[in-house]
């Protein structure tokens, strides 16, 4: 069973600081990493996605893969209160469907 | 460039009811991916269909749960005789027909909230 694992939290940070989210997965055939950002009551919307070892930036997120270790995480810089939502890990193993972790809860204070 | 779109955003059904959850997939894509979310519970992958073809049912319930995407018109999740552990928020998405092997970025749709009473 190929499994993405996600800390639900929350995960409570100040606003300005830096959120680090966290996801592990099982298999190490796995191709493909997203991050998906979903507010209450709404759809998942895209934030990034990574494929090879390494970093990826973009923006205020920064994403990182590390298949040997076989985790992926998240980096939020200048946390909002705006990035209050759930966010969502999601990974193919080789096949086109989404098999997404559970979700963490981000909570930015002011 | 209309996104994902999906019709009805809100369905209420009562026990042993049809429900038909309608998906039109972003301009280009031909692609489409079904996912279910239970309350407070992560997102489940369905059913995946190109045109005219299942590719992939092997999330899909083995009963009264049943899809397709035409060769004409939206692609269609039809829930047979439901039950109220059906309700949920039943999303798609759509990705483009290039690359495959799962590396291709699925975008959602806003979601249909069916609620069985």
């Known amino acids: 069973q190929k499994e993405v694992e996600q800390n639900s939290g929350p995960l409570s940070v100040p606003e300005g600081a830096i959120a680090s989210l966290n996801c592990t997965y099982s298999d190490r055939g796995s191709q493909s990493f997203f991050w998906y950002r979903q507010y209450s009551g709404k759809s998942?919307?895209?934030?990034?996605?990574?494929?090879?070892?390494g970093d990826k930036e973009d923006g205020r997120f920064t994403a990182q893969?590390?298949?040997?270790?076989?985790?992926?995480?998240?980096?939020?810089?200048?946390?909002?209160?705006?990035?209050?939502?759930?966010?969502?890990?999601?990974?193919?193993?080789n096949t086109d469907k989404l098999i997404f972790g559970t979700g963490t809860r981000l909570q930015v204070f002011p | 460039n209309a996104g994902v779109m999906q019709n009805p955003r809100h369905l209420v059904r009562r026990r042993g009811q049809e429900a038909r959850l309608r998906c039109s997939p972003m301009k280009g894509h031909s692609h489409v991916y079904w996912y279910r979310q239970l309350p407070e519970e992560g997102l489940k992958f369905m059913v995946y269909?190109?045109?005219?073809?299942?590719?992939?049912?092997?999330?899909?319930?083995?009963?009264?749960?049943?899809?397709?995407?035409?060769?004409?018109?939206?692609?269609?999740?039809?829930?047979?005789?439901?039950?109220?552990?059906?309700?949920?928020?039943?999303?798609c998405a759509s990705s483009p027909p290039t690359g495959g092997r799962g590396t291709d970025t699925q975008y959602f749709g806003p979601g249909t909230r069916l609620t069985v009473l």
């Open chain 1, 44 to 53: 998942p919307e895209l934030i990034m996605s990574i494929y090879s070892n």
């Open chain 1, 65 to 93: 893969l590390n298949k040997a270790s076989q985790y992926v995480s998240l980096l939020i810089r200048d946390s909002q209160p705006s990035d209050s939502a759930t966010y969502l890990c999601a990974a193919t193993f």
């Open chain 2, 49 to 91: 269909l190109q045109k005219e073809n299942i590719i992939d049912e092997s999330g899909m319930p083995k009963e009264r749960f049943s899809a397709e995407f035409p060769k004409e018109g939206p692609s269609i999740l039809r829930i047979q005789q439901v039950v109220r552990g059906d309700s949920a928020a039943y999303f």
